[in-house]
């Protein structure tokens, strides 16, 4: 919790990434891809012969620019997860309804207080790294308006980031407006997958 915070606050690259080295030694991982089916290809085979283990795609429900890169967060993909959370969490791989076929999203609302194995955080474009601190430019709209609209963003990515009791692999799309994003989350100590 103590990186995920410090990362979201904005900390120095340097001290974040004493901290994701003390936890990558003691076996928690945070990775980083860009490719989705390498992310997917990596989850499937580190659990293949773990039955009880699942892995889910987790996204924040504000993005906008994730469906056009495989990931669909929109809200009618969505409220399938959230009708059928228990299944979603709970069945069997093999099961149409398992987090580990790694195609529905559970975003912030369905997966706030519950865990995975591992989660596969599809970074969206509604918290962006720009010129040195967080944007939420392209977070759209929030009704009724919000306070502090910053902090809810950031408050979704911890959650989302907290998923993961094993670790989170974090996928974010090859597109050259989220390569200061990318940059940012490597430069934390971040590895790549």
Known sequence: HQFVAGLLDGESASGLCKLADELHEGGHRFLLTRSLDLARDYLRERYADAK??????????????????GVDNSYFATRRVNERIGAWYNAVPSDPQSCCHLETVATEFSSQGLELDCALLAWGSDLLWANDDWSIKHSGGNRPPLRDPMTVRKNVYRVLMTRGRDGTVVYVPDDRRMDQTFDRLRATGIREL
């Open 52 to 69: 009880f283990a699942r892995y889910g795609l987790v996204a924040s429900s504000k993005d906008k620019w994730l469906p056009s890169f």
